[in-house]
């Protein structure tokens, strides 16, 4: 049985962040797919909910006069699938959004509710991450903008305060144009499981050269995470077999993986360095640049 004390619909987002405000133990939930799940397992906290689902201002993926790439926070994960934007300019987030649960799931589930759940396994995450997205949160009076890097401040744990919102997703032209990127999950099953380890990768190329290098994963530690000090080594370097080699040595003084009943650290080392190269060789394949 569910314990649900209190369920408002609200109107439009203004609304939503009133009734925030006006209950504050309350919660949102939109598709529901975490949150129901929650309620049913009698987890304190979700009892009351400000419901957020099928707002059509927090639905929407499209292109401002700058380029920046704008997705609202309640677009499901079959809307990114579709969308001609998305499929054009960053189809890394197609195949992150392919990858998350079922038809039924993807048809409700929210990208915004996939990065506010906090969880690191998150698949749309780790896409994100390599893209550099910028997340609008918005409340009575306020707007601020928060890098995806810094939103995750521990497992289940993201920077938003009482009365937040996540209404927007920005993912900027310099992060998007002429990078190409692919999204790798490892998971036990095919279809209808959570990550053993996500990794996303975002590159651009150079006349042979890894102009511009983006590595993120997700699993592979408490919250996903970039491999920096890795990106920063191969930048600029010659793309070669080797390269490709390094890039898999390199991840693993990045990332921080933990044994859990699905796998164990040191499985999840090995496919963390292995998706290091199957990833970057079919982002290069993207970028016409065959290995
Ligand atoms: C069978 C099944 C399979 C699944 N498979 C996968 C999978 O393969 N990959 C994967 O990544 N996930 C998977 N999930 C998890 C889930 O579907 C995703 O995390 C989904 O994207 C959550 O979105 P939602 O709209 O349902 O969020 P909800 O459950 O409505 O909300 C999740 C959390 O986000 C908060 N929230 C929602 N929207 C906002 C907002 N706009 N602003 C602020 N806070 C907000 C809620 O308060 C809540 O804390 C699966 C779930 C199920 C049940």
Excluded at 205 to 221: M, P, W
Aim: charged share 25%.
């Amino acid at each position: 049985m569910f314990d649900l004390k209190k369920h408002i619909k609200a109107t439009c987002l203004d609304d939503a962040i009133a009734l925030l405000i006006e209950n504050p133990n309350a919660r949102l939930i939109a598709g529901g797919t975490d949150v129901l799940i929650k309620l049913r397992h009698g987890k304190k906290g979700y009892s009351e909910l400000i419901d957020i689902n099928g707002l059509e201002e927090l639905r929407f993926i499209k292109q401002d006069k700058q380029n920046n790439i704008l997705i609202g926070s309640g677009t499901v994960f079959s809307d990114i699938i579709q969308s001609d934007i998305i499929k054009k300019h960053i189809p890394m987030l197609s195949d992150a959004a392919q990858s998350v649960g079922g038809p039924q799931i993807r048809n409700v589930a929210t990208i915004g509710g996939n990065i506010c759940n906090g969880v690191t396994s998150a698949d749309s995450a780790s896409s994100l991450f390599s893209l550099n997205a910028v997340l609008v949160v918005k409340t009575q009076g306020a707007i601020r903008e928060i890098p995806i890097s810094d939103f995750y401040l521990g497992p289940g744990k993201v920077d938003l305060k009482k009365g937040e919102i996540l209404t927007t997703i920005i993912i900027r032209p310099d992060d998007y144009m002429g990078s190409f990127g692919y999204y790798y999950k490892y998971a036990m099953r095919n279809a209808m499981d959570i990550a053993t380890i996500g990794c996303a990768v975002c590159l651009k190329v150079k006349h042979h050269i890894l102009a511009d290098f983006r590595i993120a994963y997700g699993v592979a530690g408490p919250v996903p995470i970039r491999c920096l000090k890795t990106e920063k080594s191969v930048t600029n370097k010659k793309i070669t077999l080797k390269l490709l080699d390094d890039i898999s040595r390199f991840v693993a003084h990045d990332v921080s993986p933990r044994t859990s009943w699905r796998a164990t650290k040191e499985f999840r080392m090995n496919i963390i360095c292995e998706l290091s190269k199957r990833a970057t060789k079919k982002a290069l394949n993207r970028a016409g640049e065959g290995l």
